[in-house]
């Protein structure tokens, strides 16, 4: 009865938390007007761009995963790598971080990967895209800080008191972001305690996070992890684009909000539902866009892309069903 009260409690607290969020932004939004945009206010042209560059951020992580397990011994199908990856995004929509353990499943069925040593090598993965997007957090900031300066000082805006923050309602649906980011960690932490009790999977854990040093065409795993980067802001850069009210933000914006929305994802909810959209809504106001549109932006966008996730998780799913080389 625990134990199935601790694995309901996983899938529900998630979306509970990324509804509540969801909820709190858009309680009082109009809906018809966000149905008419759908309708008749995108270019879907420049979203199929946009979506493409999602599908080959995708192509390229699994690409570069069949880099690092090579110096393990094993190389599996690149087909399989990516099928895999498609599947594993998919499982993040049901159960937050689940799918980093799931895609090694995938090979450990269709490959015989052992399922220790490629856990090491995504540990080994997670650590460069922290690398990266603090890299790219970054040199945003240091780009943008004057627009942020010039913000305040025209509007007039000053930095609330700590009695002011604290009676925002925004302070506590930012504090429920963190929370749920603490419980996360939590549960990460029970993981790899776990994990510690069986010495072999943590050795097997180890050696696949030491494959990077054995990786033979560094120059190509750096190309892959800037592909993977480039394609994640092209992604959503170009949704710019399919709209007559963000058609005008420029690249920096579209930087400033990526690395917001980036960061945002890290909040255990399904694809970053609701703490996605509450940042790139008021990173978004702060260019100038109204709160309406931009509420249409977050609320079109994110479904658009979370469709993407669920159609590319189905289709990795078959393809590696009626093709995969089931060991």
Excluded at 89 to 114: F, H, I, Q, T
Aim: charged share 15%.
């Amino acid at each position: 009865m625990n134990k199935l009260l601790k694995k309901t409690s996983k899938i529900l607290l998630p979306i509970a938390l990324g509804g509540f969020v969801l909820y709190w932004v858009y309680r009082d939004f109009d809906f018809m007007r966000a149905e008419e945009v759908l309708l008749y206010g995108i270019d879907w042209g420049w979203m199929l761009v946009s979506l493409f560059f999602g599908v080959m951020s995708h192509v390229f992580r699994g690409w570069r995963w069949k880099q690092t397990l090579a110096p393990l011994g094993v190389y599996p199908k690149s087909s399989d790598c990516v099928d895999a990856i498609f599947i594993s995004y998919a499982a993040n929509l049901v159960l937050p971080r689940v799918g980093e353990v799931s895609r090694c499943g995938v090979l450990a069925k269709y490959d015989d990967v052992s399922f220790a040593k490629s856990l090491g090598t995504v540990v080994t993965e997670r650590l460069i895209d922290m690398l990266s997007i603090v890299l790219i957090a970054g040199v945003a900031f240091l780009v943008q800080m004057p627009v942020f300066v010039r913000f305040f000082e025209e509007t007039g805006t000053k930095i609330p008191s700590l009695l002011h923050l604290v009676s925002s309602p925004w302070f506590y649906v930012a504090f429920l972001c963190v929370a749920g980011v603490g419980v996360l960690l939590y549960f990460l932490l029970r993981m790899f305690s776990f994990f510690d009790k069986m010495k072999g999977m943590m050795l097997g854990i180890w050696e696949g996070v030491m494959s990077l040093r054995q990786v033979k065409n560094i120059p190509l795993f750096v190309l892959y992890t800037l592909l993977i980067w480039l394609c994640y802001f092209y992604h959503f850069y170009f949704t710019f684009y399919c709209f007559s009210f963000t058609a005008h933000l420029g690249v920096l914006a579209g930087l400033v909000m990526f690395v917001g929305g980036t960061f945002a994802v890290i909040v255990p909810t399904p694809n970053g539902a609701g703490p996605w959209h509450f940042a790139v809504i008021t990173m978004m106001m702060m260019y100038g866009v109204g709160a309406t549109d931009a509420g249409i932006f977050a609320l079109i966008v994110h479904g658009i892309q979370t469709l993407l996730v669920i159609v590319l998780g189905l289709f990795g799913w078959v393809h590696l069903s009626f093709v995969g080389r089931k060991k």
